[in-house]
C-alpha cells in the first residue's frame, strides 16, 4: 500500500514537498518513484529513486525537483521547487518490484 501526501494550492515559484509511505517490506527493495497527469494527458514520469540510490528525472523537473527516500521510514519524498504552472496535475506515487504498485494521487495546482 501506498499513501501519499503533500499536494495542494502553491504560487508560480513556490514549493511543495510531496511523501509517500509504503507499508510492506517490499518497497524497501524496490525502485520508487513519482508520476503525475494533467488534465487531459497521459500519465508522464517525473522521478525515480532505486534503492540504492541511483535517481532519474524527467527532462522537465531536471534541476527543480529532487526525489529522496528514507528506507527506514518506507517513505519517498518529491520536494519540488521553482514551480511553473504546467507543473499542475495530479501525482501519484509509484512502487516497483516485479509488479507496479499505486497510490492515490495528490493534486498539485500551481496558479496565482
Known amino acids: 500500500q501506498l499513501q501519499a501526501c503533500g499536494g495542494g494550492l502553491v504560487q508560480p515559484g513556490g514549493s511543495l514537498r510531496l511523501s509517500c509511505a509504503a507499508s510492506?517490506?517490499?518497497?524497501?527493495?524496490?525502485?520508487m518513484g513519482w508520476y503525475r497527469q494533467a488534465p487531459g494527458k497521459q500519465r508522464e514520469l517525473v522521478a525515480t529513486?532505486?534503492?540504492?540510490?541511483?535517481?532519474n528525472y524527467a527532462d522537465s523537473v531536471k534541476g527543480r525537483f529532487t526525489i529522496s527516500r528514507d528506507n527506514a521510514k518506507n517513505t519517498v519524498y518529491l520536494q519540488m521547487n521553482s514551480l511553473k504552472p504546467e507543473d499542475t496535475a495530479v501525482y501519484y506515487c509509484?512502487?516497483?518490484?516485479?509488479?507496479?504498485?499505486w497510490g492515490q494521487g495528490t493534486l498539485v495546482t500551481v496558479s496565482s
Open positions: 510492506g517490506s517490499i518497497f524497501r527493495i524496490a525502485r
Open positions: 529513486a532505486t534503492s540504492g540510490g541511483t535517481t
Open positions: 509509484n512502487g516497483y518490484y516485479r509488479n507496479n504498485y
